[in-house]
């Protein structure tokens, strides 16, 4: 019976067209990394500056997310998150065609825009879509499509980007198709919020205000905090103090995708076989000792398996934070609510670099990973002395 409910998530339409808008959002940031040396001489940009091209992205999502949440609750989802792609693709399209740093910055924070509908309505779609386990298995599927491309798109990206540094940029054309065909077949019956603006928002911040929400907004705060410390500074590491080229570390880090994919695929199973701070404390145990254990890996293998260990504990954390924050509420203030928990994952991916950068400045690298494992005891802690309440539907 399992086995055939994951075949009919697998086949159900809906679901796929979800699949393919998670892809084509992920790849607005893990296609853009490779490729950012080749841009800084066509461009006339600098090694400080070309890595706007990434944070103005990560900002606009930021400050645009709760606001197309808002719409979607009021207005439906199609009505924004196919608007949302257009501008995604056609914004990233046009980069190609870019001579000036000024006009890629402009077109990156807009194509930031239409990510931020598209990843947070990719989150609210499976909640309007499917029922509890049903749900769980289908944000696990999701989450494992997320790190599959991570894993793969670095490497291509980089690979086309051999023959010009703007070949890579193509791809994001197949956003606008993408966004005609969902309209056409993309099937939603999530009930619209008919009520005054102010009553929505009374009704949104009601919900803000509960426990659990802060909570669950607060946990992916800090697994995209640490996260984005081992993005960074875990190359950093293997070029550095390993003295190793950067194949290694795209090597490693695809490594710690597919883990995380692996792990993911099955959070349908254990969503409903353990309870939630069980999976919760597990994952964020298993991202602590593998940051710890970094800073104290003298050779590459070791560091292989600790971000193997890396990859387990995130990909039992990510599907069960996104799954519970789709059963904060009913379908008519479900996009706002998630949209609330998306932004938690632009914040932690925002202030990540700076703080321990800020830490990197007075210390070494292994004490940047040991402070990171420590701070994996936080949303420990608060898992084991909160009280995790069942979720409030909202009227």
């Not at 439906?76 to 196919?82: E, L």
């Not at 205000?209 to 669950?216: C, G, H, M």
Request: proline share 4%.
């Amino acid at each position: 019976m399992p086995q055939q409910n994951n075949e009919r998530i697998l086949q159900n339409i809906n679901f796929r067209i979800i699949l393919g808008i998670v892809v084509m959002a992920v790849i607005g940031g893990s296609l853009i990394g490779p490729i950012l040396p080749s841009m800084i001489q066509p461009l006339h940009s600098s090694e400080e500056l070309i890595g706007l091209v990434l944070s103005v992205y990560t900002l606009c999502a930021l400050i645009s997310t709760p606001f197309l949440g808002v719409l979607a609750d009021r207005y439906g989802r199609k009505t924004v998150i196919v608007p949302a792609m257009i501008l995604y693709g056609i914004a990233g399209f046009a980069i190609a065609f870019m001579e000036n740093f000024i006009w890629v910055i402009i077109l990156r924070g807009l194509q930031g825009i239409g990510a931020a509908g598209m990843m947070s309505l990719g989150v609210t779609l499976i909640g309007d879509i499917f029922k509890e386990k049903k749900r769980a298995i289908a944000m696990g599927y999701r989450s494992s499509a997320q790190h599959i491309i991570n894993a793969i798109v670095p490497f291509a990206s980089g690979a086309i980007a051999t023959f010009a540094w703007f070949y890579p940029f193509y791809i994001y054309i197949l956003s606008v198709p993408l966004a005609i065909f969902t309209y056409f077949k993309l099937n939603v019956s999530a009930r619209l919020n008919q009520t005054t603006i102010s009553d929505y928002f009374k009704s949104i911040f009601i919900v803000l205000k509960n426990r659990q929400t802060i909570y669950i907004y607060g946990a992916n705060f800090f697994i995209f905090l640490l996260l984005y410390c081992l993005i960074v500074y875990v190359p950093i590491y293997i070029v550095k103090e390993l003295q190793l080229s950067t194949f290694y570390t795209g090597l490693l880090l695809s490594t710690g995708s597919a883990t995380a994919a692996i792990t993911a695929s099955q959070n349908g199973k254990l969503f409903y076989a353990l309870r939630k701070p069980v999976i919760l404390i597990s994952g964020f145990l298993l991202c602590g000792i593998a940051l710890l254990l970094i800073a104290l890996s003298p050779s590459y293998i070791l560091l292989f398996l600790c971000i193997i260990l890396w990859g387990g504990g995130f990909g039992l954390v990510f599907p069960t934070l996104n799954t519970m924050a789709t059963q904060l509420v009913s379908s008519h203030l479900r996009a706002g609510i998630v949209s609330g928990f998306t932004m938690m994952t632009y914040i932690g991916q925002t202030l990540s670099p700076p703080l321990f950068g800020a830490i990197l400045s007075f210390n070494t690298l292994q004490m940047v990973f040991i402070i990171a494992g420590a701070t994996s005891l936080i949303p420990i802690i608060i898992t084991l002395i909160a009280i995790i309440q069942p979720h409030n539907k909202a009227t």
